[in-house]
């Protein structure tokens, strides 16, 4: 964990007798001592408070004086079933911003982007991953494509493709080159592609549809 100097500092520590190994208060509040960069400090005062038990709870303020890069151990003195122990149960590290709270340090931009990825999902999608649009996205898709202008297309679009359907039914003639239909680019003069037609002297022609 990293803390700035000024911030709130919490911890949590157990306590259980040496005997049984069972779950126990201390005989009175265990005693909290803060180390800074090797020496005792009495000035970063630490309390202790039970919350259930054989657990207690660790609070207290960092000091405003402590410099980023100094490091602090946590350590607890304890008294269980007429047993005495010490031992240190956190150690972390003084930094010049926490970002934990982005905001509070100044970064904003900084805590744009934590707000965004805090609003990733925990599993989300891979690459590659199927998706499926709800009703509103679907009938966007559809009408996007419906508007969409086939002059965006026609450079790369395939002979066989959807453009070539659109601009044969508006951009083709059968004049432009013998025994042809010569389908054009959205601009009327650029060739598109060439179909052959066949024709027959005693097929009944299409006068209209109904």
Do not use: W
Request: charged share 15%.
């Amino acid at each position: 964990m990293l803390y700035r100097s000024g911030d709130l500092y919490h911890a949590m520590f157990c306590t259980q007798r040496f005997d049984t190994g069972a779950a126990s208060d201390a005989d009175s509040i265990p005693l909290v001592t803060a180390t800074r960069n090797g020496t005792d400090d009495s000035g970063f005062s630490l309390t202790a408070a039970p919350i259930a038990t054989g657990r207690y709870a660790i609070s207290g303020t960092i000091p405003l004086g402590y410099l980023p890069g100094d490091v602090i151990q946590v350590s607890v003195a304890a008294t269980v079933a007429g047993v005495s122990g010490t031992a240190v149960v956190d150690q972390f590290r003084i930094v010049a911003v926490n970002l934990s709270d982005p905001a509070a340090a100044g970064l904003s931009d900084l805590a744009a982007i934590k707000a965004r990825t805090d609003a990733l999902p925990d599993d989300p999608a891979a690459t590659g991953d199927p998706m499926t649009l709800t009703v509103a996205e679907r009938n966007a898709v559809a009408d996007a494509l419906l508007q969409r202008d086939v002059s965006n297309v026609e450079a790369a679009a395939l002979e066989h493709s959807l453009c070539f359907v659109v601009l044969a039914m508006s951009e083709s003639n059968t004049t432009a080159n013998a025994n042809c239909l010569t389908v054009f680019r959205s601009d009327g003069v650029t060739q598109f592609a060439q179909k052959t037609i066949f024709t027959s002297s005693t097929a009944v022609p299409i006068t209209g549809v109904g």
